[in-house]
T-cell receptor, first 113, second 115 residues
Framework: AQSVAQPEDQVNVAEGNPLTVKCTYSVSGNPYLFWYVQYPNRGLQFLLKYITGDNLVKGSYGFEAEFNKSQTSFHLKKPSALVSDSALYFCAVRISSASKIIFGSGTRLSIRP | KAGVTQTPRYLIKTRGQQVTLSCSPISGHRSVSWYQQTPGQGLQFLFEYFSETQRNKGNFPGRFSGRQFSNSRSEMNVSTLELGDSALYLC??????????????FGPGTRLTVL
């Protein structure tokens, strides 16, 4: 079965420190990977996506993610966290053999001042 | 460009009733997708419409239906509401040319509470 896993329900980081939000996937075929962020009482906002090409993808608000095919991972990173980065983060995958997008369970990122 | 709008933002219904939610996509976008978000099940894909046709469908019962109009606006209908239908319903629009790689832009959602 196709799936996306976000192994950490919560990630806590001090402001100014680097942050990583993990995502792994299990799919057959080539994956198209996405990261979204959700602030309280809001819809999802697009951060970045991997379609093909360079494994390091840069996105909005200083975020980046690295596609690692051998480890089937697509971790979200930021060199220096801001308190305003505190939110719920979702990883998602689409594949050509499935007619839907699959979201991970979400990771709550908390940045302390 | 104006973003994706959803109406109403909040809705309270009782079991057995039906409800219709509306979504207006970003101008020029031809694809509209619907999602259900709950604390227990997370984000689940309901269906996607492109050029007035349902292009993709998730694993929800037939009580959940939708349609898209010629101006790309979309409505979602849930009949015979159950307590478990209480959720945040999100709509997302995208250009529509490539379902696999298009970026989706989400609306703020409609919070449905079923009593």
């Amino acid at each position: 079965a196709q799936s996306v896993a976000q192994p950490e329900d919560q990630v806590n980081v001090a402001e100014g420190n680097p942050l990583t939000v993990k995502c792994t996937y299990s799919v057959s075929g080539n994956p198209y990977l996405f990261w979204y962020v959700q602030y309280p009482n809001r819809g999802l906002q697009f951060l970045l996506k991997y379609i093909t090409g360079d494994n390091l993808v840069k996105g909005s608000y200083g975020f980046e993610a690295e596609f690692n095919k051998s480890q089937t991972s697509f971790h979200l990173k930021k060199p220096s966290a801001l308190v305003s980065d505190s939110a719920l983060y979702f990883c998602a995958v689409r594949i050509s053999s499935a007619s839907k997008i699959i979201f991970g369970s979400g990771t709550r990122l908390s940045i302390r001042p | 460009k104006a973003g994706v709008t959803q109406t109403p933002r909040y809705l309270i219904k009782t079991r057995g009733q039906q409800v219709t939610l509306s979504c207006s996509p970003i101008s020029g976008h031809r694809s509209v997708s619907w999602y259900q978000q709950t604390p227990g099940q997370g984000l689940q894909f309901l269906f996607e419409y492109f050029s007035e046709t349902q292009r993709n469908k998730g694993n929800f019962p037939g009580r959940f239906s939708g349609r898209q109009f010629s101006n790309s606006r979309s409505e979602m209908n849930v009949s015979t509401l159950e307590l478990g239908d209480s959720a945040l319903y999100l709509c997302a629009s995208s250009p529509g040319a490539d379902y696999l790689t298009d970026t989706q832009y989400f609306g703020p959602g409609t919070r449905l509470t079923v009593l």
